[in-house]
């Protein structure tokens, strides 16, 4: 988000960035808020679907008088910068508004950051300006928000969705191992990023060595869990058309599209396309 901002000479990209979001750009969960019966419902669905969004963030609130006051926090350890925290705010009011097709006026906006010298853009994006180096994130408005019905909503589809993401949520989490349990954090970090053994290490609290004796003692390596994860990754992402080859290297962090093409090659004895191909017939698309 930091290169993002300085390559587009945007400073309040994150801020932006929000108000563009679509709903598809969330994938399976994306569809399961588009047809929740209301907004706390999809509020739900957000916060017990999270994980399948690979998200830093998650989300809580609470009714406080006539309002409510919606809580978004960190999930990983370590810190991020203001233009991620500031997308969660835009992007959460852009979907109210949108899921409702109402403009919902908010009463109070809280940062944990410190203020930017120029404030402007953020009454263009709230219609006021937050207040700076807070506790917590905080956006507050009405609590009538929580039972505006969504527009797009449809019971059917949503229980189709829903037993998918359901389904997605548990592969996800299914962690008895600690093998697993590094598989499943793997996966969390992409896109944002593709966790390194230091922090790996760090995200589970014990040392380098003792990670790498806990993966020994199930057999495996931190490198063969990479590459797994990676693996089955890339193959997922095969499956969608949406993908472009050049996408999926990018996504997975290969340093160009040849270096991805190679590696699934050596993985697989196919190409992503050869891949691609054999997937779409067997499944009937072709």
């Not at 999809?42 to 017990?48: E, H, S, V």
């Not at 990018?250 to 191909?277: D, H, V």
Request: with cysteine; proline share 3%; charged share 20%.
């Amino acid at each position: 988000m930091i290169a993002a901002a300085n390559y587009t000479q945007d400073n309040y990209f994150g801020l932006h960035q929000g108000q563009i979001i679509e709903l598809a750009d969330m994938g399976i969960l994306g569809y399961v808020l588009l047809h929740s019966k209301n907004i706390v419902d999809a509020l739900t669905a957000y916060q017990r679907y999270n994980v399948i969004l690979c998200n830093v963030f998650n989300l809580d609130w609470e009714v406080e008088g006539d309002d409510v006051l919606i809580r978004f926090f960190l999930q990983l350890p370590g810190q991020i910068s203001r233009h991620v925290v500031e997308e969660m705010a835009s992007s959460l009011c852009h979907l109210i508004n949108k899921l409702s097709n109402q403009h919902i006026p908010l009463q109070e906006i809280r940062f944990i950051h410190d203020a930017p010298a120029d404030l402007r853009p953020y009454t263009a994006v709230f219609g006021k300006i937050p207040c700076f180096g807070g506790k917590d994130n905080v956006l507050r408005m009405s609590k009538d928000v929580l039972k505006y019905p969504i527009l797009y909503s449809d019971a059917r589809l949503l229980g189709v969705f829903e037993n998918i993401a359901r389904e997605t949520k548990d592969e996800l989490t299914q962690a008895s191992r600690f093998s697993d349990r590094v598989i499943q954090w793997m996966k969390e970090c992409v896109p944002s990023f593709f966790s390194t053994l230091q922090q790996t290490a760090e995200y589970f609290k014990i040392s380098i060595r003792t990670l790498q004796n806990k993966l020994k003692a199930e057999q495996t390596s931190y490198n063969e869990l990479s590459v797994r994860v990676r693996k089955e990754l890339a193959m997922s992402y095969l499956q969608k058309r949406e993908y472009s080859i050049g996408d999926i290297a990018y996504l997975l962090y290969f340093s160009e599209p040849s270096a991805f093409q190679s590696a699934f090659k050596k993985w697989t004895g196919l190409t992503p396309g050869q891949y691609r191909i054999k997937f779409s017939k067997e499944s009937g698309f072709i």
